[in-house]
């Protein structure tokens, strides 16, 4: 069993009417998820800034390529142009 229904069982057994069991559980379970988010909160900046990282590289990347294309088109045209040329 989830662990909303373990603690909503005990409350009932413990003479814990419907609506306030609700209430503790939907209470702890709020308290639970933010303790989560708070925790996570520092590995989540982390991974942000891990993206971040990914796509600077990837836009160095794509300029190296788009660098070494045009590197590679202005030697073959300047090669060409001086096998044209007369002796």
Same mark, same amino acid.
């Given at each position: 069993?989830? +662990?909303?229904v %373990?603690?909503?069982e005990? @409350? ?9 069991? $609700? ?5 702890l %379970?709020?308290h639970? =998820?933010?303790?989560?988010?708070? =925790?996570? !909160? *520092? @590995?989540?900046? %982390? @991974?942000?800034? +891990? ?5 600077? $590289? ?5 300029? !190296?390529? &788009?660098i !070494?294309?045009? &590197?590679v =088109?202005? $030697?073959? =045209? @300047? ?6 040329a *007369?002796?």
């Amino acid at each position: 069993m989830g +662990m909303q229904v %373990e603690s909503f069982e005990a @409350l009932r057994s413990v003479k814990i009417g419907n609506d306030e069991a $609700t209430k503790v559980v939907a209470e702890l %379970e709020g308290h639970t =998820a933010m303790k989560i988010s708070e =925790a996570n !909160a *520092p @590995l989540i900046a %982390e @991974l942000k800034s +891990m993206q971040k990282g990914l796509n600077r $590289t990837k836009w160095y990347f794509w300029t !190296a390529i &788009v660098i !070494a294309g045009v &590197v590679v =088109a202005v $030697t073959n =045209a @300047l090669n060409r142009a001086a096998a044209s040329a *007369p002796l």
